[in-house]
């Protein structure tokens, strides 16, 4: 542990920020999770934040955070038995990549990272991101967390990536897919979804929302998507709190469809330190205790888990890589 987060005590924000009220910390002392993860495992998305004296937020963001930082991430990573972190660019930093990127250099190559960027990034910002684990651009649509920023742009961002052999990660609502839909399914680089695309849960799996997603990966084979976030979608639980080994049975149809149409182009990841969730804070052990509800085989959790984190981030360790 660093003199640095030897200061940061749980739940607490330092460098004279405050807390979004009603903010819910991250869940302290998670159990020992009763699904052994394959060796090699990787988690695909999680945050750190700040710590804010060090790293402060962002002057535009529309949360404020407690402190998660990388050592409490790494923590985290070893006692439920990942090998390995894709440490995502959270809104609440901006375009201000520091925190990731000494996240990202102390984890050695252990973790890759996803950043956010402006259309007029250079080639030199470029490049330290990637000599740092950068793998990734994070396009973000969900109104409640960035502010809307024009699809010309964008663009501009893909054209200075692709040449990387970065992916495009992006985070929406389902409602907002058929605005998006083309414009998704321009982009030349792989595209990463977060989270599902946010389906609505309490909608039929077989219905017209979900069917639209399924449409995208089908017509899109360059779109992978995250199969995570359980705990955001979910309307009627049970939460994964107090041992519970079912949790969260509403969203299992629509995560298991998907991990057993698309195999090949599945991530999961805990999303921990889990911004903005308003009900409750899940157990992350109990978390990865959900894995095996929507990936049923070993085959499936492998390649969940393992074989396509490992090809998307790091192809030179992948079996299928360089
Ligand atoms: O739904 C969210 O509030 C959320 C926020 C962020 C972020 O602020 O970066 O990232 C996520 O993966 C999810």
Known sequence: MTAS???VRHGQTTGGFEKTPGWLDWFDGPRTPAFVLPAGAVDAHCHV????????????????????????LFALRDHLGFARNVIV?????????????????????RARGVATVRADVGDDELAALHAAGVRGVRFNFVKRLVDTVPTDALSRIVEKVAPWGWHVVIYFEAQD???????????PTDVVVDHMGRPDVTKDVDGEEFGLFLRFLRENANVWTKVSCPERLSVTGPRALDGEQYAYTDVVPFARRVVEEFPDRVLWGTDWPHPNLKDHMPDDGLLVDYIPQIATTAELQRKLLVDNPLRLYWPELSREGA
Do not use: M, W
């Open 5 to 7: 987060d030897a200061a």
């Open 49 to 72: 934040f700040g710590p804010g004296a060090q790293f402060p937020y962002a002057p535009q963001r529309k949360y404020t955070p407690c402190d998660a930082s990388a050592d409490q």
């Open 89 to 109: 660019q959270a809104t609440c930093h901006g375009a201000d990549n520091r925190a990731l990127v000494d996240a990202l250099e102390r984890a050695g190559d």
């Open 177 to 187: 897919l058929p605005d998006l839909y083309d414009f998704f399914s321009a982009i």
